[in-house]
């Protein structure tokens, strides 16, 4: 079993940044891969990032390429969302999730956070 759980989120204004961190407990987190997805209420759950085993290969959403750069540190057990020149639609709840497959499919994962709110006024 994974326990994920994600931090970082708050209220920014639009064109600021945050940094999300999600920290893993249990299993081998290197095996894992990592993905970060969001949800606005009334809206399904989309697919914002994620990154392999070996950071090397990363892939992201067309909405937030150039601005988010997800990072893994397995000796931390952590992977992060770090997100720069913000908009107001990037609000949303961001999750973290760990799957040994991944892919850009929230359902397809097998460990999910909570999730941690991110609200960007304009």
């Known amino acids: 079993q994974v326990q994920l759980v994600e931090s970082g989120g708050g209220l920014v204004q639009a064109g600021g940044s945050l940094r999300l961190s999600c920290a893993a407990s249990g299993g081998s987190f290197s095996r894992y891969v990592m993905g970060w997805f969001r949800q606005v209420p009334g809206k399904e759950r989309e697919f914002v990032a994620v990154?392999?085993?070996?950071?090397?290969?990363?892939d992201y959403a067309d909405s937030v390429k150039g601005r988010f750069t997800i990072s893994r540190d397995n000796a931390k057990r952590s992977v992060y969302l770090q997100m720069n020149s913000l908009k107001p639609e990037d609000t949303a709840v961001y999750y973290c999730?760990?799957?040994?497959?991944?892919?850009?499919?929230?359902?397809?994962?097998?460990?999910r956070g909570q999730g941690t709110q991110v609200t960007v006024s304009s």
């Open positions: 990154i392999r085993r070996s950071s090397i290969s990363t």
């Open positions: 999730a760990a799957d040994r497959i991944g892919g850009r499919t929230y359902e397809g994962y097998d460990y």
